[in-house]
């Protein structure tokens, strides 16, 4: 069973950044990518970007382009998403999920609790 | 980038009826790419169905998807009380990776 695992709540400064880890236990973590979804409050899903572990190579949504950091650590299956320059609209509920599209399936099965991130002064 | 549009934005109804939801996505999706996911209040999103209309991992046989090229569906054939709840609709693509309608609410009626 695949269970991912991300790291606390956190409260950052407008231009501040926020790194937030996902860590993956079960199934074969350089098998499969790693998306990250956020929600705004009473909004709905939007794709951030990816992680392929086993190759090192990351995709990002236009909209997030230069802004955000997905990257993976294969040795403690840890996935991490990093946003800078952050501003009060980034207020969201941060998820990280698995991402079967490297083999060929796209849709996300298994996904994280969830990291709250709040922006404000 | 393929635009999805989920109708009703809001869908009341009874538990034991019927419940039918909509995708219309703005260029044709391969069914292949098509997924269906519940969202309730504080909780993670749960795959329902993938490839248009293969259900996940246990997840109930009430639950049925179909559809092809820019209309696809989500039938809840008849509504228990823990079916309420918002529905996302998402397609992969090849601009932006992933993307989400945005989401059918299923309330109580």
């Known amino acids: 069973q695949v269970q991912l695992v991300q790291s606390g709540a956190e409260v950052k400064k407008p231009g501040s950044s926020v790194k937030v880890s996902c860590k993956a236990s079960?199934?074969?973590?350089?098998?499969?990518?790693i998306s990250w979804v956020r929600q705004a409050p009473g909004q709905g899903l939007e794709w951030m970007g990816r992680?392929?572990?086993?190759?090192?190579?990351?995709n990002y949504a236009q909209k997030f382009q230069g802004r955000v950091t997905i990257t993976a650590d294969k040795s403690t299956s840890t996935a991490y998403m990093e946003l800078s320059s952050l501003r009060s609209e980034d207020t969201a509920v941060y998820y990280c999920?698995?991402?079967?599209?490297?083999?060929?399936?796209?849709?996300?099965?298994?996904w994280g609790q969830g990291t709250l991130v709040t922006v404000s002064s | 980038e393929i635009v999805l549009t989920q109708s009703p934005g809001t869908l009341s109804l009874s538990p034991g009826e019927r419940a039918t939801l909509s995708c219309r996505a703005s260029q044709s999706v391969s069914s292949s790419y098509l997924a269906w996911y519940q969202q309730k209040p504080g909780q993670a999103p749960r795959l329902l169905i993938y490839g248009a209309s293969s259900r996940a991992t246990g997840i109930p046989d009430r639950f049925s998807g179909s559809g092809s090229g820019t209309d696809f569906t989500l039938t809840i054939s008849r509504l228990e009380p823990e079916d309420f709840a918002v529905y996302y609709c998402?397609?992969?693509?090849?601009?932006?990776?992933?993307?989400f309608g945005q989401g059918t609410k299923l309330e109580i009626k």
């Open positions: 998402q397609q992969y693509g090849s601009s932006t990776l992933y993307t």
């Open positions: 079960g199934g074969t973590f350089s098998s499969y990518a």
């Open positions: 999920a698995r991402d079967l599209g490297v083999a060929g399936q796209y849709y996300f099965d298994y």
């Open positions: 992680i392929i572990p086993i190759l090192g190579i990351a």
